[in-house]
């Protein structure tokens, strides 16, 4: 069992940087590649980004692509999403996951995710 605690969020203008961080307790979390999704109100829970367990490897939304970088730190078992540049649109609960499997890679989709944090709100003001 991993047991995720996301932090980092709060209220940011257009324009603005936020920098969100995934942490793990239970389990390491350099064995785990990790995704970050967000749901705003009334809309579906989407995917942001994703690393794969060794960090060698990244994938972002087309949305967030140029603006949100995602690391991993496996020394401090943290991965973080650094997000500049930050709008409206961005505005959401953003949650990081990682799937049963560990040594594994990552998807897109949450339905590939088994272990989920509690969310941390951004909202960006226009």
């Known amino acids: 069992q991993v047991h995720l605690v996301e932090s980092g969020g709060g209220l940011v203008q257009t324009g603005g940087s936020l920098r969100l961080s995934c942490a793990a307790s239970?389990?390491?979390?350099?064995?785990?590649?990790v995704g970050w999704f967000r749901q705003a109100p009334g809309k579906e829970r989407e995917f942001v980004a994703a690393?794969?367990?060794?960090?060698?490897?990244?994938n972002y939304a087309e949305s967030v692509k140029g603006r949100f970088t995602i690391s991993r730190d496996n020394a401090k078992n943290t991965v973080t999403l650094q997000m500049n540049s930050l709008n409206p649109e961005d505005t959401a609960v953003y949650y990081c996951?990682?799937?049963?499997?560990?040594?594994?890679?990552?998807?897109?989709?949450?339905?590939?995710?088994?272990?989920w944090g509690q969310g941390t709100q951004v909202t960006v003001s226009s």
């Open positions: 996951a990682a799937p049963r499997q560990y040594y594994s890679g990552y998807g897109r989709t949450a339905a590939g995710y088994d272990y």
């Open positions: 239970g389990r390491t979390l350099s064995s785990y590649s």
């Open positions: 690393i794969s367990w060794t960090g060698g490897s990244t």
